[in-house]
Structure formats: structure tokens, C-alpha cells
């Protein structure tokens, strides 16, 4: 007998307690939930114990310490605790392999120590993205290793996360959330759950396959549209048309259910979401012979826009009369967004290393990444001073637009003459493009209209090369 729907104030173990954990768990705990936080890894669990918090997320320090204080939130490397709760939710990370497919060993080894401490009347609902038939293929088989059924004893839902990185804490209490159960009453149960801790909008749908693919759209169609926003950045460049101009105008009409909604070129795509989750979709299609080609295309052209912005450098500073070999970069934000600390798969790295391939001195500087985290993975410390960093230098790469970098003083930078200022996240507005370009600096941003004209092509007769071919 399943009696999830019947607990009024359900107690709640988060299991992984990361970005999206810690996040969800604080949510809870600070809504008045009875929550505890597993995590597999005693050193993240011990910087929460003493009040660090690790990831960078508007409001999520304030939201875990509050909870803590209150007693709600608990954090423990001890998965006994799960057998102890109404709710376990589970929230590891499902990175892919080289091939695109999931490299499952953190969901593995979390359905394993749930299995141990499962009880009858138990809800699990698995969080983390997955391919389709994941669920059911992989976590259900494992978790059943306790001795009981799924569906019979115990309840069991997928129910995507969907939450922005620089928002999440506030996506968390607002959007929708699709639920797929393993039975009618697995869905009911999660939808009672949701419903009654969040108050959010529930859409249940008919499986927890319909569930994992909704999580795998959404990724999938922002990559998509970030990659046409980055063709289209680079088509605006062959005209001297700003793309941003043309981004909102061409997202006045109606399309369907909304408008038209391209979204912004930018340096690339990072985060390990949308670098990860298309290639989830190809792969998994791919395995059953089918080949999803706007996947596969989204990811190349998003990966191909450090390379991009970095020879736009480096075409810039060559038109200026100055070495890039010989250059100085200070680039500003490191992290693959602007307001977050996140590092992983951040699309500046890229732009670094083909700038330093050339031959030029580049600086690093964000005040919101972890310094360690940050020179192990570029290979040179961070300058801490914003000062330090762009003496003298020949161009300043805004690459992640935080909000300590909106107020620079542009007029007090100790920069060299004629600096360039590459605008990768930033989006100034044209009237700070002016007051730049009045303080003697150079703009240039991915698609807003600076950039060299192209040779011409003939306007649209094949070329001669292409006539003898
Ligand atoms: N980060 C995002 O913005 C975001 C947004 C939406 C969805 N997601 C998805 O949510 C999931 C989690 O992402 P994340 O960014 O929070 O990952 P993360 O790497 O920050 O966190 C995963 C945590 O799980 C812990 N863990 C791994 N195996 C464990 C085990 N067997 N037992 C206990 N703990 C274990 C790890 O120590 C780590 O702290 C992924 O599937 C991701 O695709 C992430």
C-alpha cells in the first residue's frame, strides 16, 4: 500500500547535492519542509557544514543558511538518512561520454544506495536529465534490487529540472514543472508533491519517457536558437547590420502559440546543460538508427563562436596597425554566463587559448570564479585587481557581463591607445558604444556592425572557380 498521497507535510532527501540539489533543497527547507541533503562528496558536504557555499547563485548562501538555522535543511554524506524521509528526489550529475551517450555511473551508484534503504510507501523522483528510457531502463531495474516493486510498493516519477543558472533560485519556486510517473498513481503522487511544496503549475504527462524527452526539447531547441542567433550574428557582419537590431525587430510577430523568439549571439555556449543535453538526443536516436541532424548542427556552430570571437580580436587588432602576437588581452568574465560562477565547459577558455596560440599576453579576471578552480583549468592565475589586468593592454575582451563589470569606469582603465574593447555578453547599448568610442577606445561585438566587409561575391552569380568546377 503507497501512502505518498496521503502525507500532508512530506519530509524530503535531496540526493546530490550540487548546483541543482543544493539549490532545490533550500528551496524546500526554506518553504518549511523537513529536508536533508546527501551528497557522495565529504568536502562539499563539509563546506556547507561550515557555511561556505560553493556555487554562485544569486540568493542560494542566504536560502541554505536560513534553512540551516531553522533546523530544515541538514546536509550528511550518510544515505541511511534516505530510508528515513517520504521523498527521495535525485539530483546527479549525468554527464555524457565522448560519443554522446550517459555516462550513467553517478545515477547508478545513487539508485544503488537508495535501493538499500528503500521503503514501501516511498516516492523517488529522478531529476537529473537522462535519455529517454532512462527511468524505466536503468533507475527502476536498480532500485527494485531492494526487494521491492515499483508501482507496487513504491512510487516512481520523472520530473525534469529546468532551471537557468544566474535565475535558478527563483525558476525553482516559478516554472512549471512536467511530471511523468511510472503509473497513474506514481504521477498523481509527484503532482500532489510538487503541487503542495512549490505550488507550482504541474503538467502531467503520460510516461516518464514523454518526460525525459520534454527536458531534452527544451535544451535542445535553446541550443538550436542560440546557433541561429550566432549564423545570423555573422550574416548581420557581411552587411554592417547590428544583429541585435534586427534580433528585436524580427521577434515582433506572431509565430504559433507566441512570437518569434531568436535569442543572442554571444561568445558560445557553455554550462554543462546545453553542451551536453543535444548530444544526449543525437545519440540516443542515433543508437536506434536515426540521424538528428539540428542536434548535432547546433552544437557544432555554438562550439565554432570562441574560435570566432577570438579572430575577431584578432583581425581587429591587426587593422589597427598592432601586433596581435605581440598584444595584451585582459579578458573580463571567465564563466560561461554573465552572474554565475559556473566554469564548466565555458566557451572563454577557447577564446583564451586561441589568443594565447598566437603569441599574445592574456590576463584573466572574474571576480565570481573559484581562483583554483579557474588556473587549473586555464593554466595561469587570475589578476585579481581589475587595474592590474588591463594596464597597459591592447584590448579588453568582455566575455561574461557580471554585474560588478556593469559600473566600470571605462575613462580611469589604464589602458594602451586605440584599446579594443570585444564585446562577447556585454550587449552595449549603442549609446555606450558612442561614449566608448568618444573615450578613444575601438568597439567591436559578435554581429553589431562593425566588422570588415567580406569580398564581394558577385552579388549572387557563381564565382569563377565555381563555374569551372
Ligand atoms: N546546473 C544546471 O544549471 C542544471 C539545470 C537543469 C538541470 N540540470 C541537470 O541536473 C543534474 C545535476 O546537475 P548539477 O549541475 O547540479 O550537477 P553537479 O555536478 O553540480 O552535482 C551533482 C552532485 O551529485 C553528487 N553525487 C554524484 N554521485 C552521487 C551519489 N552516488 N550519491 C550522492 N551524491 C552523488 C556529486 O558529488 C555532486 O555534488 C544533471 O542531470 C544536469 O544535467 C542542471
Known amino acids: 500500500m503507497r501512502a505518498v498521497s496521503d502525507y500532508n507535510d512530506p519530509s524530503v532527501a535531496v540526493l546530490g547535492f550540487g548546483y541543482v540539489g543544493s539549490c532545490i533543497a533550500a528551496t524546500l527547507a526554506d518553504r518549511g519542509f523537513d529536508v536533508v541533503g546527501v551528497d557522495a562528496n565529504p568536502e562539499l558536504v563539509e563546506e556547507f557544514e561550515r557555511g ?21 535543511l541538514r546536509i550528511t554524506t550518510d544515505t541511511s538518512e ?11 550529475g549525468t554527464p555524457v561520454l565522448d560519443d554522446g551517450s550517459l555516462a550513467d555511473a ?118 538550436l536558437n542560440i546557433a541561429l542567433a550566432n549564423e545570423l550574428a555573422k550574416f548581420c557582419a557581411l552587411y554592417g547590420v547590428d544583429v541585435l537590431d534586427v534580433v528585436r525587430a524580427a521577434n515582433t510577430i506572431s509565430k504559433g502559440n507566441g512570437k518569434v523568439n531568436i535569442l543572442l549571439p ?26 538528428i541532424r539540428t542536434a548535432a548542427a547546433g552544437r557544432d556552430v555554438n562550439a565554432a ?29 571567465l564563466a560561461f554566463k554573465n552572474n554565475t560562477g559556473d566554469l564548466r565547459a565555458t566557451p572563454t577558455l577557447g577564446v583564451v587559448e586561441a589568443l594565447r ?35 597597459d593592454a591592447d584590448c579588453i575582451a568582455v566575455l561574461a557581463l557580471h554585474r560588478d563589470f556593469e559600473d566600470i569606469d571605462f575613462a580611469a582603465l589604464p589602458v594602451s591607445e586605440s584599446c579594443l574593447v570585444l564585446d562577447g555578453r556585454a550587449y552595449y547599448a549603442k549609446d555606450k558604444i558612442q561614449a566608448l568610442k568618444d573615450l578613444g577606445y575601438v568597439y567591436r561585438g559578435i554581429g553589431r556592425g562593425t566588422e570588415p566587409a567580406p569580398p564581394a561575391l558577385g552579388h549572387g552569380t557563381p564565382g569563377q572557380e565555381e563555374m569551372a568546377a
Not at 560553493?54 to 540551516?68: D, I, P, S
Not at 534516505?82 to 546527479?92: E, F, H, M, P, S
Not at 529522478?126 to 526487494?147: D, F, H, M, Q
Request: glycine content about 10%.
Open 305 to 333: 563562436m570562441p574560435e570566432y570571437t577570438a579572430q575577431l580580436a584578432i583581425n581587429t587588432l591587426a587593422g589597427l596597425g598592432k601586433d596581435p602576437s605581440r598584444a595584451t588581452v585582459a579578458v573580463l568574465g
Open 357 to 391: 596560440e598566437t603569441g599574445a599576453e592574456v590576463r584573466i579576471h572574474d571576480p565570481l570564479v573559484d581562483p583554483g578552480l579557474a588556473e587549473a583549468m586555464f593554466g595561469f592565475p587570475l589578476t585579481e585587481d581589475l587595474d592590474d589586468a588591463v594596464r
Open 52 to 72: 561556505h557555499c560553493r556555487f554562485q547563485e544569486a540568493g542560494l548562501a542566504e536560502a541554505v543558511a536560513r534553512a540551516k538555522a531553522t533546523g530544515k
Open 82 to 92: 534516505l530510508g528515513a524521509v517520504d521523498v527521495v528526489l535525485i539530483t546527479v
Open 266 to 291: 554571444s561568445v558560445g555556449v557553455g554550462g554543462s546543460c546545453l553542451t551536453k543535453d543535444p548530444w544526449m538526443v543525437w545519440s540516443a536516436a542515433r543508437r536506434q538508427g536515426v540521424d
Open 106 to 223: 553517478q545515477l547508478r551508484g545513487a539508485c544503488v544506495e537508495v535501493s538499500k534503504h528503500l521503503r514501501k510507501g516511498q516516492l523517488v523522483v529522478l531529476k537529473s536529465t537522462v535519455p529517454p528510457g532512462t527511468t524505466r531502463g536503468v533507475a527502476l531495474p536498480l532500485l527494485e534490487r531492494s526487494g521491492l516493486t515499483g508501482g507496487a510498493d513504491f512510487s516512481l516519477a520523472f520530473t525534469p529540472e529546468r532551471l537557468a543558472e544566474g535565475t535558478a533560485m527563483k525558476e525553482v519556486q516559478t516554472l512549471p514543472i512536467v511530471a511523468g510517473g511510472l503509473d497513474d498513481e506514481s504521477t498523481q503522487a509527484v503532482t500532489r508533491f510538487w503541487s503542495r511544496t512549490l505550488g507550482v503549475e504541474v503538467i502531467p504527462l503520460d510516461s516518464m519517457e514523454a518526460a525525459e524527452v520534454v527536458k531534452l526539447a527544451n535544451n535542445w531547441w535553446i541550443d
